[in-house]
Nanobody, 127 residues
């Protein structure tokens, strides 16, 4: 069983930055593909970014390309999401997700393929 705990959310002004962290339990982190999703009020959960087991492959939603950066530290069982140039439309609850499956870029954004989810962390961007 894998448990995920997100942290780092908060309130920031437009143009500001935040770094989210997702810590995973257990010794299997290095074989987990990881992703970040977000859900704004009244909207469906949407894919933000995914990263492969080694960290060598990443895939970003068009809405965050050039502003967000995902990384992982397998020694620390942690994945990070650096968010720069934040916009009010980035306001959402951000969820960390993990899967033992190998995901290609076509399906990396499919939430159903992720088996484990964190509880979410709120990010609010004021205008």
């Amino acid at each position: 069983q894998v448990q995920l705990v997100e942290s780092g959310g908060g309130l920031v002004q437009a143009g500001g930055s935040l770094r989210l962290s997702c810590a995973a339990s257990g010794s299997t982190f290095s074989i987990l593909a990881m992703g970040w999703f977000r859900q704004a009020p009244g909207k469906e959960r949407e894919f933000v970014v995914g990263i492969s087991r080694s960290g060598g492959s990443t895939s970003y939603a068009d809405s965050v390309k050039g502003r967000f950066t995902i990384s992982r530290d397998n020694a620390k069982n942690t994945v990070y999401l650096q968010m720069n140039s934040l916009k009010p439309e980035d306001t959402a609850v951000y969820y960390c997700a993990a899967t033992f499956k190998t995901l290609n870029k076509v399906v990396v954004g499919t939430a159903l393929l992720y088996n484990y989810w964190g509880q979410g962390t709120q990010v609010t961007v004021s205008s």
